[in-house]
């Protein structure tokens, strides 16, 4: 065996090597048995879809949080702790966590929720249906709102000379694409989509925080509050890092100095495997095209 050849034998040895002790590191984390009582934490990262999504790539699927949030709750942790980074995204989605979630506190696991960086919009869907909320005093939350966007670009195609003839079955059936503008009668149902949706969103906020929905909706008009703000209108709970949010939910559970369990930290290893497979962001926001972006996402 030449130089050269054995040169490549050993590359590929040293690689092999390095993605079995991947894969082995990521099986065995996940696979683990904690002993002793444990808090949970899942991480909502990214831009939320009920799409299941490889993590790492700016979208977070509602089914994985909520099958993390399930788990947690049927493997007997004494709390869960929801780690939030995200802007938003489909209220359906954030509809699914909070479905997780009541049912970790059916199961009598209290759950909180941690703020980072931002948890607004769908993402503050989501935590508030939580037992109690701790964030930053300049995390970035609130953002109580929906949005329907849709894209005009018939302008575009006429000046390019390119006609489109539209067959339909019904008046609505191609509401939202691209060649045609919205008529008066789909702008005026869409309003009627986007002001339903945004109901049950001050609906849940004011159930989740225990609020008159008068107090909610005076603070729903879309704005995002920085954490301090959010506390003071009673959006939150205290001011706080992840590890203030941990002895809450220690506090909550009435154990003491639990064994900490981080069911999905970011890491190399789940960014190149994924967590369950999927489609990317573009995809993701793709399928949603035909009838415009129906969002709970920070502006």
């Known amino acids: 065996m030449n130089r050269r050849r054995r040169s490549l034998v050993v590359i590929a040895l040293i690689l092999g090597g390095i993605a079995i002790s991947l894969v082995a590191g990521y099986s065995y984390s996940q696979n683990v048995a904690w002993a002793g009582d444990e ?19 700016g979208v977070v699927s509602s089914e994985t949080i909520s099958g993390h949030i399930r788990d947690s709750a049927d493997s007997g942790a004494a709390a869960i702790v929801l780690r939030v980074n995200s802007p938003g995204g489909t209220p359906a989605a954030a509809q699914e966590v909070v479905d997780a979630v009541e049912y970790a506190r059916s199961k009598e ?9 931002i948890g607004a919009s769908a993402a ?39 006609n489109y003839t539209i067959v339909k079955s019904g008046e609505f059936k191609d509401m939202g694409y691209p060649q045609v503008g919205l008529t008066e009668e789909e702008e005026e149902y869409a309003q009627g989509v986007v002001d339903a949706a945004h109901s049950r969103f001050v609906e849940q ?48 559970s009435g154990v003491e100095d639990a064994e900490v369990r981080y ?7 789940k960014l190149l495997l994924g ?25």
């Not at 808090?39 to 790539?57: D, E, I, K, R, S």
């Not at 989740?208 to 709970?237: C, F, K």
């Open 39 to 57: 808090v949970h934490v899942v991480y909502l990262q990214g831009q939320m879809a009920t799409a299941t999504v490889p993590g790492g790539l």
């Open 205 to 252: 906020v004011a159930e989740g925080r225990n609020l008159p929905r008068d107090e909610v909706e005076s603070v729903s008009d879309g704005r995002v509050y920085t954490g301090r703000d959010a506390l003071e209108l009673g959006l939150v709970d205290e001011m706080g890092t992840l590890d203030a949010a941990i002895e809450a939910a220690e506090e909550l």
């Open 124 to 162: 503050y869907y989501a935590a508030s249906e939580t037992d109690r909320i701790v964030a930053n005093p300049d995390t970035m939350t609130g953002s109580i709102g929906v949005i329907w966007l849709f894209e005009n670009s018939s302008a575009k195609f006429r000046k390019e000379g390119t």
């Open 109 to 117: 696991v209290p759950v909180v929720a941690s703020m980072g960086d």
């Open 275 to 299: 967590e369950g497979g999927g489609v990317g962001f573009a995809e993701v926001l793709g399928y949603l095209e035909p009838y415009g972006k129906l969002l709970s996402v920070a502006g």
């Open 263 to 269: 069911v999905n930290r970011p890491s190399l290893v």
